[in-house]
């Protein structure tokens, strides 16, 4: 069931998220959807007794001021701003869910079978339902194809997947918390390649607070806590 909730959050997390880099800035879309250490660093420490510190509950609030900061801006934006951005933010809160589940099942499950499960499941929603709304599932430009296969290869086979496999090591608020690079990444490649990608004063200082919150969080951590013998990782592996 916790595999299956995995499967089902990751496909919704994908799904809420891509809609909404149609709708909004691609700064301003990846850093809500990566505010999903905010809740599962609570639900971390009041559900699953992995205590988390004062001073990443401090990063936090501070994680959450920064995310209300881009909302109020795209606020006053209205349209589809503001849309795009409650789906990016539900597209986070799923990513959450994708981590916390995945930090329970990662116990009992190895990685590759985990992994394997979680993203066909998620693949196969994502196709029924782009059929349902009329999307073209057929894809014949060779452009394209080499887009969805880097997609395929680097962020999820590698990306997602080492994330996976760390969920059995090590808290899921911490794993949660060490994408907090991205939106920094994505949106300077989207400034620099994509047109009219122009962040704003605010949506600056937001991305700010959220960046600075999280890595907070992730510096609060207890580091010694949770290494591991490379032994103990081989093992995992395999």
């Not at 499960?117 to 693949?123: D, E, F, I």
Request: aromatic share 8%; net charge negative; charged share 10%.
């Amino acid at each position: 069931m916790l595999v299956l909730l995995s499967g089902v959050a990751l496909s919704f997390h994908f799904g809420l998220w891509i809609v909404s880099l149609s709708l909004t800035l691609v700064s301003t879309s990846v850093i809500l959807v990566t505010s999903h250490p905010i809740f599962v660093a609570a639900i971390s420490h009041f559900l699953m007794n992995e205590k988390v510190k004062k001073i990443a509950a401090a990063g936090i609030v501070l994680a959450f001021s920064g995310v209300v900061t881009i909302s109020l801006s795209d606020y006053s934006e209205g349209g589809s701003n503001l849309m795009g951005d409650l789906m990016a933010f539900l597209g986070g809160i799923c990513a959450g869910i994708y981590f916390l589940s995945g930090r329970v099942a990662r116990q009992r499950v190895s990685v590759l079978p985990y992994a394997f499960t979680v993203y066909g499941l998620s693949a196969v929603i994502l196709m029924c339902s782009a059929a349902i709304v009329g999307d073209e599932l057929l894809v014949t430009e060779d452009r394209e194809i080499i887009l969805f296969i880097l997609l395929a290869i680097v962020p999820t086979i590698f990306g997602h997947t080492l994330f996976n496999y760390a969920l059995k090591k090590v808290p899921a608020h911490i794993i949660s918390t060490s994408v907090l690079g991205e939106p920094v990444g994505a949106s300077i490649l989207a400034f620099l390649l994509l047109p009219g990608e122009v962040p704003g004063i605010l949506i600056i200082a937001g991305g700010c607070l959220v960046v600075l919150g999280l890595y907070i969080v992730l510096n609060g951590r207890d580091k010694g806590k949770y290494e591991t013998s490379e032994t103990s990782a081989e093992s995992d592996m395999l």
